[in-house]
């Protein structure tokens, strides 16, 4: 249709020239200036944006504030620069340079040059930390040996160091090598719960509990690419490192009085071979990956424990193979299938501590999917498949379980304003007998290994009420019911929805709307050991989530080049815990307010000024926490952070 419209007023011109019997010598020649496509001719040099901004923030003496603006102190001035600029030289030669949030204590940096069509490089370092609550606690020191002393402050934060370079070649032939490495550190100090302080006797407290971990990641291959063919070998692997073998807590007078062990140095190695075919309507992709992992601990920093060795030797080798199938066997109908099997075994010291034997931890499970896609018409298309998935393991209580799911989803969508989608699933999971204490009573079973029926359903609806209003709907339904509700858990239920309305504007306005309200529910089955008869209770536990949402955005704002953009957010949870015989524990509650705002005025083409503004108010209660904060601090938040900054941009 496209060349039907300009060709035909074109020939209506030519035939009204001929018929002035039109004379092509006399004709002057095109204006084609305006036909030039500048966006795609080549350019060279640097283009992008650079941003300098400077602010003010005040975390309200919490810690949790920091994950969205992270710095390193409470309140004061900051600064910031980000920068995204690429470089295009000569024929295929590029360059790269990304800055985010520089001055901060979350930011990367990251640099990529070389050819398109020969060898390139990548170098990126970037700093992500993580920050919890805030403590007291009677332990302090360092390089893992803790004291008991006064209760002094602590952070439990983390903070990860990431540096990578990666290198990638692709010539003139089908063979395209590449290769990657990355380094990362982590330091943080993570909370151990105690219920006895030396010193204060036996009341409840924390034990901060440093972590230095290092590891490298290793990741080379290289690719065989052809009409119909790829085809990929690669190598991965990891070394871990741990600083500390153990850590050591007492009291003043012996601090290793008390030992904790930490995880081992380890190394892990993988190789995989994968390759995908395709032909006509079909495709098959598969692949296979071997792996070792293998560890070495000092079992020696524990003086009294009774060892046979002064370290433990792990290994675990695993294999895999999997592969999938596609077929479109008409422009109707598409069958789709997939197996997996995965193998898992175990063959670390097993005698390593005098009288006892550690059992195997070998582990095996198989996958299988088959499926169909049918399009009725161009508005309907069915999907309909099986699942099965067989779980192995040695060392559980339930060696063998089978989970069987059958599905069917279906998809409206004619031309118009209405669009719909339904899913629903049933899931069976069996297996082998319960091996419990009194050999096959299904008593204490872990519900991740019990019989277990699940039916889910879900539905999304959408409407395109005009040309700037559009209203989304989802919502779905969930229960899983263990039919042997003996101890442990009887019924699950999970159900909810998701609403949404966007009004867009071209040029003027763009406004979204979201509501999601969601309910978690669960049945347990308990018995009172010291009664007679281990009289049976039951206890029920109901999570309610709720979060409001308003995005707007507003350009042109005061009929100047001015953009207004507002984000506001709004999330309450409550948990509740109801008995059926004893004590009604409290409810547990959390609010969050979150409020950003940001105005951007175009200076000129080149330059532009940003203003950020930045709210958190939270507020959480936990009854495990009231009436402890002599102890374990303010572990309950009720804050409120701001943050405001402003920042000139330049684009090259």
């Known amino acids: 249709m496209r060349h039907y419209t300009l060709c035909l007023p074109l020939l209506t011109a030519f035939a009204s020239q001929a018929a002035d019997d039109y004379d092509l010598q006399r004709a002057r020649a095109t204006d084609t200036e305006r036909w030039r496509c500048n ?8 283009h992008g944006d650079v941003g300098l901004g400077v602010g003010y923030m005040n975390d309200d003496g919490a810690s949790r504030f920091r994950n969205w603006v992270p710095t390193n102190y409470d309140q004061g001035m900051l600064g910031t620069l980000n920068t995204d600029l690429d470089y295009r030289g000569e024929g295929s030669e590029y360059g ?119 590891t490298t990641l290793m990741d080379a291959g290289v690719s065989y690419l052809a009409e119909g063919w790829l085809v990929d070998l690669s190598y991965y692997g990891t070394l ?139 508005a309907i298309k069915l999907e309909g498949g099986y699942l099965y998935r067989g779980d192995r393991r040695e060392e559980a209580d339930r060696r063998e379980t089978d989970l069987h799911t059958l599905y069917v989803r279906g998809r409206y969508q004619p031309v118009g304003p209405w669009s719909a989608g339904t899913r629903l699933s049933l899931s069976r999971r069996t297996g082998s007998e319960w091996l419990g204490d009194s050999g096959g009573t299904p008593t204490l079973r872990q519900y991740y290994l019990a019989d277990r029926d699940r039916a889910e359903l879900r539905g999304d609806l959408t409407w395109q009420v005009n040309d700037p209003l559009t209203l989304t709907a989802e919502a779905w339904w969930a229960e899983d019911s263990y039919p042997e509700p003996d101890i442990g858990r009887s019924q699950d239920r999970d159900y909810g929805v998701d609403l949404s309305a966007s009004w867009s504007l071209p040029e003027q306005l763009d406004l979204n709307l979201f509501l999601n309200q969601q309910w978690i529910g669960s049945d347990q089955q308990h018995a009172y050991a010291y009664a007679p008869d281990w009289a049976p209770y039951q206890t029920r536990v109901r999570d309610e989530i709720s979060t409001l949402g308003l995005g707007l955005t507003k350009r042109k704002a005061l009929e100047r080049d001015l953009t207004l953009g507002l984000d506001y957010s709004y999330s309450y949870g409550r948990g509740r815990n109801e008995a059926s015989a004893g004590y009604d524990y409290p409810d547990l509650t959390s609010t969050l307010h979150r409020l950003s705002g940001y105005a951007l005025y175009q200076l000129d083409e080149r330059q532009a000024l940003r203003v950020d503004l930045r709210y958190e108010r939270v507020s959480d209660e936990d009854y495990l926490y009231l009436g402890e904060e002599a102890n374990l601090g303010e572990w309950n938040q009720h804050y409120g952070g701001y943050f405001g900054g402003v920042s000139w941009l330049y684009h090259f």
């Open 39 to 46: 966006a795609c001719e080549p350019y060279q040099g640097w």
């Open 96 to 214: 790269h340079i990304e800055a985010t949030d520089l001055g901060l204590k979350r930011f990367s940096v990251a640099t990529e040059a070389g050819r398109y069509d020969g060898l390139r490089g990548r170098f990126e370092y970037r700093e992500s930390p993580y920050y919890w609550n805030r403590g007291v606690s009677v332990y302090q020191g360092e390089e893992g040996v803790l004291s008991a002393g006064p209760l002094t402050p602590f952070d439990k934060e983390t903070l990860r160091k990431q540096v990578s370079l990666g290198l990638k070649f692709t010539p003139k032939s089908p063979w395209q090598p590449h290769a990657s490495l990355r380094h990362e550190t982590r330091r943080s100090t993570l909370t151990g719960y105690t219920s006895t302080l030396p010193g204060m006797g036996p009341m409840p407290g924390w034990r901060p509990i440093p972590q230095d971990q290092k």
């Open 240 to 378: 871990y490192t741990n600083e500390h073998q153990a850590l050591y807590y007492g009291s003043q007078a012996n601090p290793y009085l008390n030992d904790r062990a930490y995880e081992p140095d380890n190394d892990y190695h993988r190789l995989t071979l994968s390759g995908r075919r395709s032909w006509d309507r079909q495709s098959l992709t598969g692949r296979v990956m071997m792996s070792q992992a293998t560890s070495s601990g000092g079992l020696n920093p524990f003086a009294n424990t009774p060892v046979t060795q002064d370290n433990f030797n792990g290994r675990v080798e695993t294999w895999q193979a999997d592969a999938r199938w596609l077929n479109r066997l008409s422009r109707s109908l598409t069958l789709k299938a997939s197996a997996e099997h995965h193998d898992r075994q175990d063959k670390s010291d097993r005698q390593v501590v005098i009288g006892k034997l550690r059992p195997p931890t070998d582990r095996s499970h198989t996958k299988g999917d088959l499926g169909a896609t049918y399009r009725l018409s161009r």
